[in-house]
């Protein structure tokens, strides 16, 4: 899996501040302002933005498990959030090189970069990070990982690495539907808090879906069920390898 994942990236590939004394004078430049008459009606035009509900879990230890599941998104949010830009100007570049041979040494340098800049942090990944990367890639892309290598490469070497990526129980078919799968919904809404708060760069989706709507259909209910039984069957494996 983790071979899988920075080989999908392989393909994609001083502020100084100064203090002055202030000093009273007239501005000389007022084309900025804008001049209102008693009586006239000013309408000033504000960036779109939204509140966002409390979540409502069903015990405080639901809280443990969905800001672990965060971490998780913060992880691979990044990674997700290169993929994109990479591809977006690998395919620019593309474009404008005309020679098939050139076409292969410009997709090698962004290869090699890509290896050196991302190999080693990828590795240590989990399979639940690597899901989720895989989920926001499509996110981010508006392709899957899958179609975005068969495009830059063969479509039987993108079987080959689906292949593979399902022995580890993961799959570079993998859409992203936070309308319809409670994982992809955890993963937006982890994005558009931390949106909110600045805690990730906002990258917008390349898909189309309203997140005001699913989170009021969900009531900001956060179900983290799946991971409560993963925790569960790890902790079985680790009791039973003390008794072995």
């Known amino acids: 899996m983790k071979k899988l994942l920075y080989i999908y990236f392989i393909l994609i590939t001083t502020i100084s501040f100064s203090q002055k004394k202030e000093i009273d004078s ?3 430049n007022i084309e900025d302002y804008v001049f209102v008459n008693p009586g006239d009606t000013l309408t000033i035009k504000l960036n ?30 990044p990674f997700a959030q290169i993929a994109s ?25 962004v290869q090699k970069f890509i290896e050196g800049e991302f190999t080693d942090q990828i590795k240590k990944m989990t399979t639940t ?19 975005n290598i068969k495009v830059l490469r063969s479509g ?7 292949t593979t990526a399902n022995v ?30 600045d805690k ?21 209910e956060i179900n983290v069920e799946d991971y409560k039984l993963m925790f569960a069957k790890i902790r079985k494996k680790k009791k039973r390898k003390k008794k072995n």
């Open 48 to 77: 779109e933005f939204s509140l966002l509900p409390k979540h409502k879990f069903k015990s405080r230890n639901d809280i443990r498990y969905y800001l672990w599941f965060r971490r998780k998104v913060y992880k691979a949010y």
């Open 26 to 28: 007239l501005l000389f």
């Open 156 to 162: 039987w070497k993108a079987f080959w690495y689906n």
């Open 168 to 197: 580890f129980k993961l799959s570079l078919k993998t859409e992203y539907h936070p309308e319809s799968d409670n994982e992809d919904f955890l993963i937006e809404d982890v994005l558009q808090r931390a949106y909110q708060d």
């Open 85 to 109: 830009k990479r591809l977006d100007s690998l395919n620019v570049r593309l474009e404008r090189i005309k020679s098939k041979s050139k076409r292969r040494k410009y997709t090698k340098l």
């Open 200 to 220: 990730l760069k906002v990258q917008a989706s390349k898909l189309t879906f309203n997140f005001n709507e699913i989170l009021a259909e969900r009531k900001a």
């Open 129 to 147: 990070e690597g899901r989720i990367l895989i989920k926001l890639i499509h996110r981010q892309t508006g392709e899957t990982a899958f179609q």
